[in-house]
């Protein structure tokens, strides 16, 4: 999921200071609609651009396991138990190839990984809020995967080739986890008082959050203008903004939930939902560490590493045993 | 479902007169499901065996090692808990009373559940969980090869499923316990102290009551005996790899399948269990 990192300045080598030669067949190849494979020149600036996006991509997909992951051992059915599993799941795989769409890019699993524990790489603050009740896993996947589709979906035509080609698979998996999260959601809003109370209180928190995934609003947007000219980014926050709103909304009403929006209405002119003021300030807070749940998701992440040293190092260590056992076989039958 | 099956089925009807004429039955050790037919206990201990261990490898998502492994343990927790459903619905339609999976798997007690103590023990290292699912493993990967010749047509089909996906489980627990018995030092002792807690939990792979007895000689359970060759075969084969020795004979823990449990399922069962019986009767 997640275009955060397009929100951010770059701060490196400016695009400008390329040879002017390479630079003028660079973005023509990307206004032809070519595909930029690994190997092809490329900006640094671009370079540095998709290592911060994907890898940040990445890191939401593994941090969005443990909000999701909370109700794995209490999911109400085995049917759901199942399917939650395998939803989790399909996150840590979408977090196994975007790092692998990273490390085409000269930047290896190891130092993005360390750049996430150490707090210098972002993912979405969208998984900075608790999961408190059942209908949350709804919630998530049909406002927060919703979201992350209209995201992705422009992504899959993004110029970088590995990117793109790992966003079609991505979305493909995410607009299943949309269905099922929406499918939740109906279940539960047809379902006892308690229940459909469980699903109403599950989209008040989690509707501005979503909004929020979009990022800033155009004129307070930082990004460069070259995410768009290099086709990295294609549409405008607010406009995927709006997209996903004019979508979602029709599906709250549907169930017969209300938004926690008292100003949102339908523009009768234009056909769009036109949403309230988002809160800014809430935003901000997350993005700089004092959401609900920043220390504790990145505590957790922390500790499984850090468990799990010890393994990693059996395995390198036994793979190193096995090698000099190979070698030492071929060496006595030569 | 063979003539032979619908006969041993049909043995819950004489319990269950025998409780209505108000004579004190045996208390068969807490057990909830004592008046039902040994195939409904049979399948119900299948599905407990595959339900608890799953659940417990699903404790891992998010948290192992390596996200490689992050991947593996919930494709490991999705077999087995998938493999619980088909036997858990078998074994409602078999009692007839109209309990599906979820009644099953939410609605009874630690007493009532019949696995064996071995799938409750807690994860524990990532070591412990291997070791675990190794020993889990190199028995059910045999045991439902042979099931798949039961007379019991719908057993035969579930253990056809299931002999690929333990296969994969054998496959992938020993790899771990070969790196981490030959890893580093701190492996090496973790694997070993972990196999030493988790031996005294495999004898009762092997154990079977009367019913099961019964039912092996019906030609509709395997003999679990009869596993034994294959389960040594495979574990000498990876502890010699992995360089840790084989534990001694020891004296072994049972009590499962009678519904006596350690205390670890009993936790593990509240949080299972906890939406589910917070909302009776509801859909989810």
Redesign the interface.
């Known amino acids: 999921m997640y275009t955060q990192a397009l929100n951010v300045k770059d701060t490196g080598k400016p695009a400008s200071a390329e040879d002017p030669g390479k630079l003028a067949r660079f973005q023509a190849r990307i206004d032809a609609e070519e595909k930029i494979e690994p190997n092809d020149w490329m900006p640094e600036a671009y370079r540095r651009t998709l290592i911060r996006q994907i890898s940040q991509h990445a890191h939401s997909e593994?941090i969005g396991?443990?909000p999701e992951?909370n109700w794995?051992?209490?999911?109400?059915?085995?049917?759901?138990?199942?399917g939650l599993?395998?939803k989790?799941?399909d996150e840590?795989?979408h977090?196994?190839y975007l790092?692998a769409a990273a490390e085409t890019l000269g930047c290896s699993?190891e130092e993005l990984v360390d750049q996430l524990l150490a707090g210098k790489a972002k993912y979405s603050s969208i998984f900075n809020y608790p999961t408190l009740s059942?209908a949350d896993i709804g919630a998530i996947g049909w406002l927060v995967d919703g979201a992350a589709i209209m995201n992705q979906i422009p992504l899959c035509r993004c110029s970088y080739g590995p990117y793109a080609r790992a966003m079609i698979r991505v979305c493909k998996e995410e607009s299943f986890h949309q269905r099922q999260g929406y499918e939740i959601m109906m279940?539960l809003s047809r379902?006892?008082a308690?229940?459909k109370a469980m699903a109403q209180d599950a989209l008040n928190r989690w509707w501005w959050p979503s909004l929020m995934m979009f990022g800033p609003s155009d004129k307070d947007s930082v990004h460069s203008t070259d995410t768009m000219k290099w086709k990295i980014k294609r549409f405008s926050n607010d406009d995927l903004r709006q997209k996903f709103v004019d979508a979602t909304v029709p599906q709250g009403h549907y169930l017969g939930l209300e938004f926690p929006d008292p100003a949102l209405k339908r523009d009768e002119k234009t056909g769009h939902w036109q949403h309230g003021e988002i809160d800014w300030s809430e935003f901000k807070r997350v993005l700089a560490g004092d959401g609900p749940c920043n220390r504790q998701r990145m505590k957790?992440r922390t500790k499984?590493h850090e468990?799990?040293?010890?393994?990693?190092?059996?395995?390198l260590?036994?793979a190193r045993?096995r090698a000099e056992r190979a070698a030492a076989v071929r060496i006595a039958a030569e | 479902m063979s003539s032979t099956t619908a006969a041993l089925q049909s043995r819950r009807a004489p319990a269950r007169k025998a409780k209505a004429g108000g004579r004190t039955s045996r208390p068969a050790a807490g057990k909830a499901d004592a008046a039902s037919s040994p195939l409904f206990s049979y399948v119900v201990s299948l599905a407990d065996d595959a339900l608890v261990l799953g659940h417990r490898l699903s404790e891992w998502t998010g948290y192992a090692p390596t996200l490689e492994e992050d991947i593996a343990l919930p494709n490991l927790a999705l077999d087995l808990i998938g493999q619980a459903r088909f036997f858990y619905a078998y074994a409602g339609e078999i009692e007839g009373k109209g309990r599906d999976e979820d009644a099953l798997a939410y609605l009874r007690d630690e007493h009532g559940f019949s696995n064996v103590l071995l799938a409750e023990q807690p994860n524990g290292d990532f070591a412990a969980t291997m070791l675990r699912q190794l020993l889990y493993a190199a028995f059910m990967h045999p045991y439902f090869q042979a099931l798949t010749a039961s007379k019991d047509a719908r057993l035969a089909e579930i253990a056809a499923k299931a002999v690929k996906e333990m296969a994969y489980h054998v496959r992938h627990s020993a790899e771990w316990v070969i790196r981490l018995g030959d890893g580093t030092e701190e492996s090496r002792r973790r694997a070993a102290a972990a196999l030493d807690e988790l031996w005294m939990y495999t004898g009762e792979l092997f154990e079977m009551g009367e019913g099961e007895r019964a039912l092996v000689g019906a030609g509709v359970a395997v003999d679990r005996e009869s596993i034994r060759p294959a389960w040594d075969a495979t574990i000498n084969r990876v502890l010699a790899e992995a360089t840790l020795e084989r534990p001694a004979p020891c004296g072994m823990q049972s009590g499962g399948r009678a519904g006596r449990h350690t205390e670890y399922l009993g936790r593990m069962l509240a949080e299972m269990q906890v939406l589910h019986r917070a909302h009776p009767g509801v859909t989810w």
């Open positions: 593994i396991m443990q992951g794995i051992t209490r999911a109400p059915s085995l049917r759901r138990k199942a599993l395998a989790v799941q840590g795989g977090g196994l790092y699993r059942w279940t379902g006892s308690a229940q957790v499984a468990d799990g040293t010890w393994v990693r190092e059996a395995a260590a036994h045993k």
